[in-house]
Nanobody
Framework: VQLQASGGGLVQAGGSLRLSCAAS????????MGWFRQTPGKEREFVAR????????TYADSVKGRFTISRDVAKNTLYLQMNSLKPEDTAVYYC????????????????????WGQGTLVTVSS
């Protein structure tokens, strides 16, 4: 499975960006997909996730009400709509997919995902 993230860029505080993540490779079957972000010197942190079949979503408290995760099952594509962006949202954003059968307790942790995209940089200027 290959994941290709895109859509990052430079935006002013208060602006919006939409990230996309296209999944390809062998027949894609995932329990859930998520977005994580990382800044230099810090651990990768959970942003949001969506269950692939039912669409159930979970968000980090820091992005609730501003970010929306969604997926298009027919296109094998994951999205992250980011509104009201803040300078502290600046990071490299990674999409990830987790296989069926992984422990549910890890669904908001990087170790709970076994496929990763290459990352896309989001920079929010003040």
């Amino acid at each position: 499975v290959q994941l290709q993230a895109s859509g990052g860029g430079l935006v002013q505080a208060g602006g919006s960006l939409r990230l996309s993540c296209a999944a390809s490779g062998r027949t894609f079957s995932s329990d859930a997909m998520g977005w994580f972000r990382q800044t230099p010197g810090k651990e990768r942190e959970f942003v949001a996730r969506v269950s692939w079949s039912g669409g159930t979503t979970t968000y980090a408290d820091s992005v609730k009400g501003r970010f929306t995760i969604s997926r298009d099952v027919a296109k094998n594509t994951l999205y992250l709509q980011m509104n009201s962006l803040k300078p502290e949202d600046t990071a490299v954003y990674y999409c990830a997919a987790r296989s069926v059968g992984l422990p549910i307790a890890t669904i908001s942790q990087p170790r709970g995902y076994d496929y990763w995209g290459q990352g896309t940089l989001v920079t929010v200027s003040s």
